[in-house]
């Protein structure tokens, strides 16, 4: 368990390439392509922080003074899923999840139940965070345990039925994001596209990167998108004009950066999702496996940038109209495009679509939050991450609703929003898998999937 630790500890740019490269000696790709993989991997994920890092530095202080200037009076702070995950792997169920959580998928593989092969062990940070809140709640080990379980598996699940969207979007071929907030909370996307549909004007209505860039020609690049939003977010924060014009810049800086940086970990992807497939392909024949990634790999895409941006200033006024929010967005905000990357898929990169579906999708994470912050600030407590006299939650893993519905149905406190939200989560659920297995789920040209 201290090695694990050890390796934990060091974060993900070093603790994936380690899996990576064991992977790649057990998948037969030799030690220098493996030792290849890794480094490039590595490369990738310390590209992606910087960039992350440029967000949350520069667009986390301009949300911060927003959220001063609407006076929201606010007094739980959202932290993010950087304050969150030191919470869920100092917990009890934070190495543990670990083992358990390779375990399920394993199980899962040999029964056929899924065919993502997860390699991304830093995310199981998000399942130990289940795990550490229903044991918090429950008093019970075992039932910790059991959250783990469930939420793994609906995390692979979810990886399988998003696959049509990560191949025929955003072109992972041979790759799968079962993790964080843009598998679980991507659901809702499916039926709110279909319902698009059947409004005649709201149907037609198409914005992406693309379509910008053919209407106003060099102005539609996502750098000036980029620029653009960044000038107009600090402006909102009441910046000097000095001050936003350097948001404009790091924020079109993001929008060019993150695709350059995720090539590097595709690059690295590449010999060992193949070796997976050739291998997996033998045992299990016509098993179509996919290696199961860090959702970071969905911010490349720049529609996925750009409606990451329009959402700090929309998710703060969900804040301040929501009755009885208690929450004030702040550290997830820069992050945003987690929460709506496979919504963006799904919609085909309609930007549009997106502001709806996600506008949902962040409503719906706020409420949750504010049902389960109190069970957070305990384990940020337990775990000694939390300071005295502090009063946080997150949008990430807070906002969950697998969480919470694990955490109100162990202890059976199934109040009236615990069922609004076990419906809706549900039937947006069901609707997406049948959407899934009638090949429905994404469809274009290049890419049309029907699952039997």
């Known amino acids: 368990m201290q090695v694990i630790q050890y390796i934990v500890n060091l974060g993900a740019s070093v603790m994936i390439p380690i899996v990576i490269f064991i992977l790649g000696l057990l998948l037969r790709q030799g030690i220098g392509k493996s030792l290849r993989a890794g480094i490039s991997i590595g490369i990738g994920f310390v590209g992606i922080n910087l960039v992350i890092s440029l967000l949350t530095n520069n667009l986390g202080k301009a949300a911060e003074a927003m959220a001063k200037n609407f006076n929201l009076g606010l007094n739980v702070i959202d932290i993010g899923w950087p304050g969150t995950s030191p919470m869920a792997w100092g917990s009890n169920m934070g190495l543990i999840a670990i083992p358990v959580a390779i375990g399920v998928n394993v199980l899962m593989l040999v029964t056929r139940q899924t065919k993502v092969v997860n390699v991304d062990i830093w995310n199981i940070w998000h399942m130990a965070f289940t795990g550490a809140i229903v044991q918090i709640a429950t008093g019970s080990f075992a039932w910790g345990i059991a959250g783990i379980c469930i ?11 998003f696959k049509p969207v990560t191949n025929g979007y955003f072109g992972l071929d041979g790759i799968s994001i079962p993790h964080g907030t843009s598998a679980y909370m991507g659901i809702f996307a499916k039926p709110i596209d279909d319902l698009i549909e059947h409004i005649p004007g709201l149907n037609k209505i198409t914005l992406t990167s693309e379509t910008v860039e053919k209407k106003f020609g060099v102005l539609g690049q996502p750098s000036i998108i980029g620029a653009f939003l960044g000038f107009v977010i600090g402006l909102l924060a009441r910046f000097s004009v000095g001050k936003s014009l350097q948001l404009a810049i790091q924020m079109a800086a993001v929008m060019v950066l993150m695709p350059v940086v995720v090539k590097y970990i595709m690059e690295g992807l590449i010999p060992i999702s193949k070796g997976a497939k050739d291998i997996m392909d033998k045992r299990f024949k016509g098993g179509n496996f996919t290696i199961g990634m860090d959702p970071a790999l969905l911010l490349g895409d720049s529609n996925v940038i750009a409606a ?33 990357a496979i919504a963006t898929g799904v919609h085909h990169g309609n930007v549009f679509r997106t502001l709806i579906s996600g506008s949902v999708i962040m409503t719906i994470t706020l409420w949750i939050s504010n049902q389960m912050w109190t069970l957070q600030d305990k384990l940020g407590r337990a775990t000694s991450v939390l300071a005295a006299g502090k009063r946080v939650s997150s949008l990430d893993q807070a906002g969950s609703p697998i969480t919470y519905l694990l955490t109100k ?33 994404y469809k274009d040209s290049e890419s049309v999937e029907v699952n039997k």
Request: positive net charge.
């Open 151 to 161: 939420h793994a598996a609906i995390a692979y699940k979810l990886g399988d039925i």
């Open 308 to 340: 990451g941006l329009l959402f700090v200033p929309i998710t703060l006024l969900i804040a301040m109209i929501m009755p009885g929010n208690k929450i004030l967005p702040f550290g997830d905000l820069a992050t945003i495009g987690f929460f709506i």
């Open 409 to 441: 149905g162990f202890t059976l406190q199934m109040e009236i929003g615990f069922f609004v939200i076990l419906i809706i989560f549900v039937s947006a659920f069901i609707y997406t898998y049948v959407s899934y297995k009638r090949g429905q789920l």
